[in-house]
């Protein structure tokens, strides 16, 4: 069964460094998001991506964020400079359209921890 | 208010038991509903999509009301293996498809 994938699976870092989180993302599908969850908490909306375009995003993904769809499998999400704050679980999720209620389905997670 | 709310329980309850969880969402516009699964620590399995008609698979049903803008999941003979947090889960609407998550409801089966 075709899965989403995320590497790394956990990532540290100093505050004020930049990170990339990787996703590979279902192959037949055509949206991609972005969420992150902070320990304990719920699962918040980060950005959507569609068609080479960012079509949503949240008031989280101000402008030390971004996403890139590089190479048409790999999909990105940088941090710029990473705040203390910045420490969650990030997860990937991709999905298709209407025919399937734009079900959305996620991968395993980067645990992001700032220093 | 918050987009979707759900009672965050526990709930603990023997195997073979029947348990149902409910949830409202705030925003008419949602057209797409869902419960996700979570165990601790992993990501957000999507359990199944819930539609206006009513909707079973195996053991579990979901039912939406657009009405009263109310969601429900049955669990029937439960599980050890059914112990997660179960989340509910609806999108945007209005042509956005970003999702909204409730904080979920934690369920442990004891034996």
């Known amino acids: 069964e075709p899965e989403v994938t995320q590497t790394p699976s956990h990532q540290v870092t100093q505050m004020g460094q930049e990170v990339i989180l990787r996703c590979v993302p279902i192959?037949?599908?055509?949206?991609f998001y972005w969420y992150r969850q902070i320990l304990g908490q719920k699962v918040e909306f980060l950005v959507s991506?569609?068609?080479?375009?960012?079509?949503?995003k949240s008031e989280i993904f101000d402008d030390q964020f971004s996403v890139e769809r590089p190479d048409g499998s790999n999909f990105t999400l940088k941090i710029r400079s990473t705040k203390l704050e910045d420490s969650a679980m990030y997860f990937c999720?991709?999905?298709?359209?209407?025919?399937?209620?734009?079900?959305?389905?996620f991968g395993p997670g980067t645990r992001l921890t700032v220093t | 208010r918050k987009e979707v709310e759900q009672d965050p329980g526990p709930f603990n309850v023997p195997e073979g038991a029947t348990v149902a969880f409910n949830c409202t969402y705030s925003?008419?516009?949602?057209?797409?509903f869902f419960w996700y699964r979570q165990d601790c620590r992993k990501e957000p399995k999507l359990l199944m999509s819930v539609y206006s008609s009513g909707n079973e698979d195996g053991r579990f049903t979901a039912q939406l009301n657009r009405a009263s803008q109310y969601i429900s999941l049955l669990i029937r003979d439960s599980k050890l293996s059914d112990s997660a947090t179960y989340l509910c889960?609806?999108?945007?609407?209005?042509?956005?498809?970003?999702?909204?998550f409730g904080t979920g409801t934690r369920l442990t089966v004891i034996p």
């Open positions: 889960v609806v999108n945007r609407g209005s042509g956005a498809n970003n999702l909204f």
């Open positions: 991506f569609y068609n080479n375009e960012i079509s949503e």
């Open positions: 192959s037949n599908h055509l949206y």
């Open positions: 925003n008419s516009a949602s057209q797409s």
């Open positions: 999720a991709s999905g298709t359209d209407a025919r399937s209620s734009y079900e959305q389905y």
